[in-house]
Every structure is written in C-alpha cells, then in structure tokens.
C-alpha cells in the first residue's frame, strides 16, 4: 500500500485528504509514535508525526509552526 505524505497546516486536526470519490476523508489525526526505522532515518527519533486514522496520511509538522528542533530555523 502506497503511503500518502503531507504537510499539516497549523493547527490542523483532521484530515482533509480526498478518497477516491472526490470527498474529503475528515479523519482524526493522531499522532504517531512507533513509525519504524525507515522514517526515524528521515525524520529523526523523535518527529512530530500523524497519521489519519480513516486512511492511514501521514502528516509532517509545519514547518511555519514552532521549530521545536531548532533546525529549521530559516
Ligand atoms: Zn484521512
């Protein structure tokens, strides 16, 4: 199964990915804690990630919203 990856908008807490019918998916996002080796080699240990859990996005932290690393301070 094909992973869908997105960038949450600030604040963001459902998901607003279409499904096949063109309508928009609504589900919560959850964070997500045990995201395995491939995406801690991308996003480090301990990343801001969610998940939909109606159809399983995945959702990277905005970027606008506080850097809690420091890293991506521009
Ligand atoms: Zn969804």
Same mark, same amino acid.
């Given at each position: 199964m094909e992973t869908t990856i997105k960038t949450r908008l600030? *604040?963001? *807490?459902a998901c607003n990915e279409k499904n096949e019918k063109g309508k928009i998916c609504a589900g919560h996002l959850k964070r997500w804690y045990h995201y395995g080796a491939d995406w801690e080699k991308q996003y480090g240990e301990n990343a801001e990630l969610y998940r939909c859990e109606k159809c399983k996005t995945v959702y990277l932290p905005n970027p606008e919203e506080e850097a809690r690393t420091g890293t991506l301070a521009w």
């Open positions: 600030p *604040r963001q *807490r």
